[in-house]
């Protein structure tokens, strides 16, 4: 009896957010339709681009499919998918299938400008689905005592614990989670709806592959580990919306591989064709990135605007080069000692985008690397914050985590705000990086370089 109603209550609060959310979504897809219809840009795009593809489809009909997966309503996130989709279509001589969120107007209307007129959209599903759905998730979670076990939910070949947990720490800004909550309960009930609906869109169609950038949170790490399990290739987008390249995930195995990860056949056969040429770029790459004096780190705010995510600029830093001397004589140094400088990652985003880790989620890599930089005294330590630390308002931020443990360490500090980055290989001695490009950037400079974890 007591379970039963512990469960009622949890499945009708659900139910409850469910109803406000439609309704929120609803008044918000009447004024987007309503905004659509007065921005004379996004109309005339829309006229030329279905003008442009009735010439350039072929009338004829195929069996097979490619299925285009877009959940960030963003319209440059939306092209440059359906670009990749339009090209696996002429590949694979197959038809290409949308598949959006519900009341998702904008995506609908690219979709069928680019003449992919057969459009799924991820819903809530009835009641009596909802009903099993919430009552697989809670039996599944009643039992978890704790984050280690929960992590370990596996349910048919998907990594569900890890899913909700990532979902978590990206969208509450806390690093790393020490329990079991509530929030939980309804996380693995959406992903058990997500899983369902592309079981029914894949079944029902011959798939050939998808075409998915966001791997991870809900739906996004549901969507792609359910294709993965049903045997579809996945083509992911690397980089931004106008210019990018495309990685192909084909095996289970590299459901945590980051897109960044290339193939050592790959990266041999480009040092082989072309590897003076590319040897040029990567340096040409890596000074840039390394200019030189009078940076300005510009931070940004996003915020939803009626079309899609805008952003303002809220702070702007000039940015300095610096030499030894006058980095110690700022801190209180002692330029006799060696500097190591640990690199912060990003802390909520993609926790999980490589195929293992040492520790549960960079917070708590940073947390230990930072408890042994405070017991290491006979070098000075700077630490330096990753920028979305600020971009996503995260509230376990590196700051926060340094004041806690190296507060009183002289010998351990943050790096001034107007330190440029162009600065720092001709002065640190050893850089220690959580999860980041510092790994392949200062060995180009000589400076050994550890990944924590």
């Known amino acids: ?48 681009n279905t003008n442009f593809w009735e010439k350039q489809n072929n ?74 759905y919430f009552l697989k998730s809670f039996n599944t979670l009643i039992n978890t005592k704790n984050i280690d076990d929960l992590l370990k939910i596996k349910i048919n070949d998907i990594d569900y614990g890890k899913i909700i947990y990532d979902h978590c720490v990206r969208f509450s800004g806390i690093g790393t989670i020490d ?21 029914y869109i894949l079944n029902q169609n011959d798939i050939v592959a998808t075409v998915q950038t966001e791997r991870q949170f809900i739906p996004g790490a549901v969507l792609f580990q359910s294709a993965l399990v049903n045997k579809k290739k996945v083509y992911s987008r690397i980089g931004a919306s106008n210019k990018f390249c495309v990685v192909k995930y084909d095996d289970l195995n590299d459901k945590f591989r980051s897109r960044y990860k290339f193939s050592k056949k790959l990266f041999e056969e480009i040092n082989i064709k072309i590897g003076e040429k590319a040897r040029k770029e990567g340096e040409k790459i890596i000074i840039e990135r390394f200019r030189g004096i009078n940076e300005k780190q510009v931070f ?29 004589d700022q801190l209180g140094w002692n330029i006799e000692k060696p500097i190591n400088v640990i690199f912060s990652s990003d802390l909520t985003d993609g926790i999980f985008d490589q195929r293992w880790s040492i520790f549960r989620d960079r917070l708590t890599m940073l947390r230990e690397t930072l408890k042994i930089a405070a017991n290491i005294s006979n070098v000075n330590w700077i630490v330096k914050p990753h920028p979305n630390d600020l971009l996503h308002k995260v509230i376990t931020s590196t700051s926060s985590e340094f004041e806690k443990i190296c507060e009183n360490k002289n010998h351990v500090k943050l790096i001034p705000n107007n330190v440029s980055i162009s600065s720092l290989p001709k002065i640190v001695n050893l850089a220690v990086t959580i999860n980041g490009s510092v790994a392949s950037e200062y060995p180009s400079f000589g400076v050994p370089t550890v990944v924590s974890a």
């Open 59 to 132: 009338k004829r009909k195929f069996d097979k499919s490619i299925l285009i997966t877009n959940n960030l309503s963003h319209p440059a996130y939306t092209s440059s998918e359906i670009i990749i989709g339009k090209n696996l279509m002429t590949i694979h001589n197959a038809d290409g299938i949308a598949l959006i969120n519900q009341f998702d107007i904008k995506s609908k209307k690219i979709f069928k400008s680019y003449g992919i007129n057969k459009i799924f959209y991820l819903n809530n599903l009835n009641f009596i689905l909802r009903l099993k």
């Open 300 to 328: 940004h705010e996003f915020f939803d605007g009626p079309d899609f995510r805008k952003q303002k600029i809220i702070n702007t830093i000039d940015k300095v080069h610096f030499t030894k001397k006058e980095l110690c």
């Open 1 to 48: 009896m007591i379970f039963l109603k512990v469960f009622l209550f949890y499945f009708l609060r659900n139910e409850l957010s469910i109803f406000k959310n439609r309704l929120v979504n609803f008044i918000f897809f009447i004024k987007k339709q309503d905004s659509i219809n007065k921005n004379k840009s996004f109309i005339d795009f829309l006229k030329s």
């Open 179 to 199: 329990k079991v909550l509530d929030i939980f309960y309804s996380y693995l009930f959406k992903c058990f709806l997500i899983e369902h609906q592309v079981n």
